[in-house]
């Protein structure tokens, strides 16, 4: 093995060796500035290591030398040949000469834990600085054997499925790749956190202990809008922060590796008292020390820098540390196309325009191709007028991906490296069917001219004759927010609206504001008129056909800037979920319940009302009182309904129809994340969120024959039925009432209606006529 490169000795020929990050963070640490000591194995140690994997059917052994030729659209066999990969790898031998090596160099800094992080070059000089997703950092303990079992994890992490398809969409085969590995001596933190300088203000992100739990997406960091000319704090926004991350001694793991609630024995998650959580994390003097420090880094290396920190918890004393340093190069022009996951149908040709969440969000221009690391439903209000969407995150059931279906805009989510492989205003061509991104240059031969075949540039909305449908006995619903969408959807063959979103309604109008600051602020009978008159419009619209509203679900967690001035709103994945939230705060479900009887009085006697993520036949007793008191029940035709997206209701079902419930609605997103336990808006699990698992599909049979039983309805207004087409035969011979989905869908699915009736009924005839 090659010297070790020490940080504080590596020169500007060593780039390639040690890789970007531990290079810029070589610099800053040899002009003085607070970095951690710490050493880098050179990307060459790996290639040694490939060189010496010698197995009988080895697929490693020539990619020091030569490329992987791997159909990276085969998901079956790109996952395989990553597992194959990684499992060579992880079951070779690091020699023990490397490891002591290692490890006595690791042993002068006299601490117990270590983090190796991955330091990244590429040889044409194609520098790839946003890897997110595609390599963890690595803690362990300062031992020889768990040294070893780190470097290994964290050089498999090169050949996981994700990042062999990363490396082959931007074009770099696996030799021009040099992965250096920066080791670092690793103490408990008092906080951690980013500071992003690369716009203005500035803003500084913090949390308790260690930076993991902001890694993870388990807090919303504290965040502090810096004015960078003077150093002045302008803005200081309270996070939630419910759990920080702690060392303990033990194995190694990996920052995918380790689950949320997870007491391993080497880090440790624990939840915050609620005193702590209500307290920003940043002590104030180390606040100023980050300004100054960031104002002296910029003045070195330029203002387009993210950095992040460490207050780290030494013995008796404590001290700031910068931990990285990322320096944007420039931009790769012969990246061609990037791939991710097809999330709306459709092609467009637009200017890119890149938005930063670390930003407040704002106006939008129109006609461009919006990139961000992730949509979430409070970005709606920008999405109007966009002519695409490309996210570096989130699955085919995320909020961007259902936002631009029912917007009818093309949209390409999981696109790896997005934000950072594409420039704002360039042209670009979005396909939302293949799932690619193209960037449009001047060299023609260069850009598959076939992509622009059928380019779509406006949505088709679709126009049925009467005369050319066929009958259809389960009725086709749709699921709306949109009311500049109400034109063109009522003419649809649908029998009403299946859902309407009333969160992703109401943004249009809240003005950055959650509904309960409307209340403080005095301004309740205003948003009433504005919530009525906005559910009269559809009400007006598809009469007599049902529409049901579904009532607000405001995970503060998904919608941030409307929550950022109520700090008492706890902010938890499911915590502050549906109905839940009403026994809270339930000011906010009378004024809806209000608006309601309104639209009801007014003349509009379909609106029924959707009660979302019901956990227990309780919390929905206490909603019916509150339904009741609002007089809403005296209307004949009006229909309390429950979604069914929490598994609990695969066993209480028939004491929510005792206690009132008037018919269900499976929302096949949600239940399919809480049976399998995959979030819905990790891009990284997006590929195994499966709605069509034989779990998901037995609770949905389940569901319907139980509605069955108990004399009430039951529709489906997920996803799956849209994504997997063909289960829509199961749904119609289990029996389902209806079937809702968003409007670009409604053509393809009133055909899969019509198909599975038709074979119903000729399987009826034919064992009819065997009977006889």
Known sequence: MDKLYWLDQIKLQDRT???????????????????????????????????????????????????????VNNWRQLQQVAGRLRQEIM??????????????????????????????????????????GLFES??????????????????????????????????????????GVLVQPVDNAI????????????????????????TNGEVLPDVYYIEPKTGMVIERQLGSKMLA????????????????????????????????QQEYALPEEYLQELISVGNQIVGELGTNLTMKWTVAQESLATKLYITEVSVPEAVNESVQFIQGIGAAKGKIIANAYILNLSQKLIQVPKGVILIAPMITPDCLPLLQGVAGIITEQGGLTSHGAILARELGIPAVVSAIGATTLLQAGEKLLIDGDKGKVFRLTEDKEKF???????????????????????????????????????EQVQSLPVDGVGLLRSELMLLNILEGKHPKQWLIEGRRAELLELLSQQIMQFARAFLPRPIFYRSLDLPAHNFTSLSENLPLLQSSILGDRGVFSYMQYPTVFELELEALAIVQASGYRNINLL???????????????????????????????????????????????????????????????????????????????????PAVMKAISQLIKMSQAGGIPCSICGQAPVLYPEIIDKLIEWGITSISVEPEAVEMTYKAIARAEQRLILAAARKQFIDL
């Open 17 to 71: 060796k040690v890789g970007i990050q531990a290079f810029y963070l070589s610099r800053i640490k040899q002009r003085g500035y607070p970095v951690l000591p710490g050493f880098v194995v050179a990307a060459d140690v790996l290639q040694q290591f490939l060189e010496n994997i010698h197995s009988s059917e080895s697929l490693i052994g020539d990619l020091p030398h030569s490329s992987l030729h791997l159909d």
């Open 91 to 132: 079951s070779a031998t690091v020699p023990l000469n490397w490891v002591r090596t290692i490890f006595q160099a690791a042993r002068q800094w006299q601490r117990s834990s270590l983090i190796l992080h991955p330091s990244l070059a590429i040889s044409t000089n194609q520098e790839m600085n946003n890897i997110s």
């Open 138 to 179: 690595v803690f362990c303990p300062c031992e020889e054997e768990e040294i070893a079992a780190a470097l290994k994890l964290l050089w498999s992490q090169l050949f996981r499925a994700r990042s062999l398809l990363y490396w082959q969409s931007v074009g770099i085969s696996l030799p021009k790749i040099n992965l």
């Open 191 to 214: 906080a951690s956190g980013t500071i992003n300088t690369k716009s203005s203000p500035w803003d500084i992100e913090s949390t308790w202990g260690l930076g993991l739990a902001i």
């Open 245 to 276: 991350y702690r060392l303990d001694h033990g194995n190694s793991f990996s920052a995918e590796q380790l689950p949320p609630t997870l007491n391993s024995n080497f880090l440790m998650a624990y939840i915050l008292a609620e005193s702590q």
């Open 448 to 486: 598959p001219s076939e992509e622009i075949e059928g380019l779509i540039t406006e949505k088709k909305i679709i126009n049925y004759q009467p005369s050319n449908l066929p009958i259809i006995a389960t009725k086709l619903m749709v699921n709306l927010s949109q009311s500049q969408l109400i």
């Open 611 to 693: 009660l979302p993520f019901v956990r227990t036949v309780e919390e929905f007793i206490f909603c019916r009182h509150k339904v009741e008191q609002a007089e809403l029940m005296q209307i004949s035709q009006f229909q309390l309904w429950i979604m069914a997206e929490v598994p609990s209701i695969l066993f209480l079902l028939p004491e929510y129809i005792k206690a009132g419930v008037m018919g269900i609605s499976i929302g096949t997103n949600d239940l399919t994340q809480l049976l399998l336990g995959i979030e819905r808006e990790q891009g990284k699990l997006g590929r195994i969120f499966d709605e069509s698992h």
